[in-house]
């Protein structure tokens, strides 16, 4: 069981409420293989959307370029939504410092200062440069 089969079996478990107020199951399906991979990430909810960091370097969110429909299991409720990209890197610098004001124990982790309560400008150009973010759109 690797760490994302671990953290995926806890969010489904009774013992989510540990993980759920920051981490959900998201599932995607693949534009060509019609295949669905279920992942879990990090998220933060504003103004009326999920917020999920991930690396570009990662395949998962390439599916919802343009806008697609996403699975999520949700504090273990299942829910719909829309998903798409944000791409441009002056966005997501930008999207980093709100991401950082709601989860500020990532910051160490991604290589960020913090000085004065503040995020280091210089550490968050840089981290952009490899994140984005995905914005989705719960279904009513």
Request: charged fraction near 25%.
């Amino acid at each position: 069981m690797n760490g994302n089969d671990f953290m995926a079996w806890v969010l489904r478990s009774p013992f989510h409420g540990m993980l759920s107020n920051g981490m959900m199951l998201i599932t995607i399906t693949g534009r060509k293989t019609g295949k669905t991979y279920t992942t879990p990430v990090g998220y933060y909810v504003e103004n009326d959307y999920l917020w999920v960091i991930t690396s570009r370097e990662r395949t998962w969110w390439k599916n919802l370029q343009g806008g697609a429909q996403v699975g999520m299991l949700l504090k273990r409720k299942p829910v719909q939504g829309t998903a798409d990209v944000e791409l441009d890197e002056k966005s997501v610098e930008a999207r980093m410092y709100e991401y950082l004001r709601h989860v500020p124990q990532a910051a160490r982790p991604m290589g960020v200062r913090v000085e004065n309560e503040k995020p280091n400008a210089e550490d968050i150009a840089r981290t952009a440069k490899d994140r984005l973010f995905v914005k989705i759109k719960l279904a009513e």
